[in-house]
C-alpha cells in the first residue's frame, strides 16, 4: 500500500509519523508545524478534523505540505468526506465513534476512486459500546477492529490499515498478537496518551519496541506531551535500537563510575547538543576510562577514550590522536567533521 506516495507494509522500512498539535484550521500554524516535522525525518503526519473548518482547511495545507497528510476524524463522517474532496492521503477512523455501515459506505465509495487509505484507529478508551464486556480489553479491541476491516470487505475495500493503541503496554502488546495473524493489512504502532518524554518515551519504546522485535508493525508514532517533534526523534531512536533503521549520529557514551576521572556526564551532554543537527548516520563513542573506553571507542566511527588529562580520539578504529582535556570536545568533534 501507498500513502501519498510512501509505501507502507510488506518489506517497507517501518514509516516515522507524527501528529501536528495546532488548531487545523490554522494554515499558516499547521504547515509550519508539518514542514518543522518534515525536516526532523516525519514522513506521514496526521491532523484533527474536529469541524468542517478544519477539513476545508486542509486542501490550503495540502498544497502546501511535503509530506502525505491523514485526516483524523472523529463522530461526523461529513468530516471524513470533506478531508477527502480536500485532497488527504489518508483517513483515520475510529470505531468506536463513527460505525454506521451506512456512513462507512459512503466514505468507502468517496475513498475508491481516489486510492486513499484507511486506517482503522482502535483506543482502548473510545471504543464500541456493544463490545463484549465480558472479554479482555486487548480482545475487545481486536474485536471492534476486525468487525470494521469486515465491513470494509464487504464494501470490497481493501486499502486498509490497522491500529490498536492504549496507554497500557502488555494492553497494546497482546491485543496487536491477537490481531496479527488474523488480517493481512498493515499496522500502526503506537502507546496513546503515554505522557510527557521522559516516561512517554519509555512506555513507547517499550510497546513499540516489543512488537516491531516480534516482527508486527509498519509505522509507528511516539505519542508524547511535548513538540511533536520530539515524536519523531523517539521514533527513529527507535527504530535504530533496533536495527531497523539508521537516521543521523548514533551517540554510545558510557555510564561513568568510580574510575572515571573526567567529566564524562557533561562531556556527553555537549557532544549530545553538537551532534543533534548532522545528518550523518555516524557513530560516536563517549568513554570514561581505559577499561572498556577503548574498545567501544574503536568499535565507533570517531569515539573519544578518557583519562586523567588525556584523551585518545580513534576513527574507523585507530588511535587518530591524544588530546589535552580542554580539547576533548573539539578534538572529537573536528574527527566527527572530517568524516
Ligand atoms: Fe566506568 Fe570506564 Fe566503564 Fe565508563 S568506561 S563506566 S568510566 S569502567
Redesign the pocket.
Given at each position: 500500500m501507498t500513502i501519498g506516495g510512501v509505501t507502507v507494509g510488506g518489506n517497507a522500512p517501518v514509516v516515522v509519523q507524527s501528529m501536528t498539535k495546532t488548531d487545523t484550521r490554522d494554515v499558516a500554524a499547521t504547515v509550519r508545524q508539518i514542514r518543522e516535522l518534515e525536516e526532523c525525518g516525519c514522513e506521514i503526519v496526521r491532523l484533527a478534523v474536529p469541524d468542517l473548518e478544519a477539513a476545508e482547511a486542509l486542501s490550503s495545507i495540502k498544497r502546501e505540505s511535503g509530506i502525505p497528510l491523514i485526516a483524523d476524524v472523529h463522530f461526523d463522517y461529513r468530516l471524513a468526506l470533506e478531508a477527502l474532496k480536500a485532497g488527504v492521503d489518508g483517513l483515520r477512523l475510529n470505531p468506536g465513534n463513527i460505525s454506521n455501515p451506512e456512513q462507512i459506505s459512503a466514505i468507502v465509495e468517496a475513498a475508491r476512486p481516489r486510492s486513499v487509505p484507511i486506517r482503522i484507529g482502535v483506543n482502548a478508551g473510545s471504543m464500541p459500546k456493544k463490545a463484549d464486556p465480558a472479554a479482555s480489553v486487548p480482545e475487545r479491541m481486536a474485536e471492534a477492529a476486525l468487525e470494521q476491516i469486515h465491513l470494509l470487505e464487504r464494501l470490497d475495500f481493501d486499502l486498509i490499515k490497522v491500529s490498536l493503541k492504549a496507554f497500557d503496554v502488555p494492553t497494546t502488546v497482546e491485543a496487536h498478537r491477537l490481531i496479527a495473524g488474523r488480517m493481512p493489512y498493515p499496522l500502526h504502532l503506537g502507546i496513546t496518551e503515554a505522557g510527557p518524554p521522559g516516561t512517554g518515551v519509555i512506555r513507547n519504546a517499550l510497546g513499540i519496541g516489543i512488537l516491531l522485535y516480534l516482527g508486527i508493525g509498519d509505522t509507528i508514532r511516539v505519542s508524547l506531551t511535548a513538540d511533536p517533534r520530539e515524536e519523531v526523534v523517539a521514533g527513529y531512536e527507535i527504530l535504530k535500537g533496533l536495527n531497523l533503521r539508521q537516521r543521523g549520529p548514533t551517540l554510545v557514551s558510557?555510564?561513568?563510575?568510580g574510575?572515571?576521572e573526567v567529566d564524562l556526564i557533561g562531556l556527553a551532554k555537549q557532544v549530545e547538543q553538537r551532534l543533534a543537527g548532522l545528518d550523518k548516520v555516524i557513530k560516536v563513542a563517549v568513554?570514561?576510562?581505559v577499561?572498556?573506553?577503548p574498545g567501544e571507542a574503536r568499535d565507533a566511527d570517531v569515539g573519544i577514550a578518557c583519562g586523567k588529562g588525556r584523551a585518545a580520539i580513534f576513527k574507523k578504529g585507530e588511535v587518530v590522536r591524544t588530546v589535552e582535556d580542554v580539547d576533548f570536545l573539539e578534538g572529537l568533534m573536528g574527527e566527527v567533521d572530517s568524516l
Open positions: 558510557c555510564p561513568t563510575c574510575r572515571c568513554m570514561g576510562c577499561v572498556n573506553g
